[in-house]
């Protein structure tokens, strides 16, 4: 079964910083990337960052480069999102994601989120 699970979400102050996890289980880890989308209520998903292990392809959003840091670790099948300078406008539910792409429609395996607020 495959599984995705988002952790690390909580209440920062404005220029703090926060590390997400996506631990992730029943699939061969390097076959996919791993996606970060963000979600605030009664808006649209936004894309925010991708990662493929096999290849080191990865991807950022416009609003969060130089600010987020994705990595991941093949042996524990985790991936990360060190999130670092945080603004209010990052709050949001985070939610990681499996895809064959780093672009494209919405991927089919989806983690629960977690929930990241910054306040000002």
């Known amino acids: 079964e495959v599984q995705l699970q988002a952790s690390g979400g909580g209440l920062v102050q404005a220029g703090g910083s926060l590390r997400l996890s996506c631990a992730t289980s029943g699939f061969t880890f390097d076959d996919y990337v791993i996606r970060w989308f963000r979600q605030v209520p009664g808006k649209e998903f936004e894309g925010v960052s991708c990662i493929s292990s096999s290849d080191g392809i990865i991807w950022y959003a416009d609003s969060v480069k130089g600010r987020f840091t994705i990595s991941s670790d093949s042996a524990k099948n985790t991936v990360y999102l060190q999130m670092n300078s945080l603004k209010p406008e990052d709050t949001a539910v985070y939610y990681c994601?499996?895809?064959?792409?780093?672009?494209?429609?919405?991927?089919?395996?989806w983690g629960q989120g977690t929930l990241v607020t910054v306040s000002s």
């Open positions: 994601a499996r895809d064959l792409g780093c672009s494209g429609a919405a991927p089919h395996y």
